[in-house]
């Protein structure tokens, strides 16, 4: 089955950090991150390609690093000093291969919740 994973999410006090992964079940090029809040429209928050280049949204630049694992087929999403309001369910899209193609995959989601 052709799947996205994603797993760290919690509850965490505001200025601390949690790490999300997302792991495939095959092989991956780029893979984004992308947050959904109660209300609002799902936004990418960081974006990484097969060769590593990062892009990020202006909420995440400076305390969110995107990363990946080719070997475990796993992107990261390391977020540091977290605010409220990035309280949202995360979810990771990227291309998964398997079966000589590639398929537009989305996880499940995994809620990340900053509160005291």
């Known amino acids: 089955q052709v799947q996205l994973v994603e797993s760290g999410g919690g509850l965490v006090q505001p200025g601390g950090s949690l790490r999300l992964s997302c792991a495939a079940s095959?092989?991956?090029?780029?893979v984004g991150w992308y947050r959904q809040a109660p209300g609002k429209q799902r936004e990418l928050v960081a974006r990484?390609?097969?060769?590593?280049?990062?892009n990020y949204a202006d909420s995440a630049k400076g305390r969110f690093t995107i990363s990946r694992d080719n070997a475990r087929n796993t992107v990261y999403l390391q977020m540091n000093s977290l605010k409220p309001e990035d309280t949202a369910v995360y979810y990771c899209?990227?291309?998964?291969?398997?079966?000589?193609?590639?398929?537009?995959?989305w996880g499940q989601g995994t809620q990340v919740t900053v509160s005291s």
């Open positions: 990484i390609s097969s060769s590593g280049s990062t």
């Open positions: 095959g092989g991956i090029n780029t």
């Open positions: 899209n990227g291309n998964v291969y398997s079966g000589e193609r590639f398929f537009n995959v």
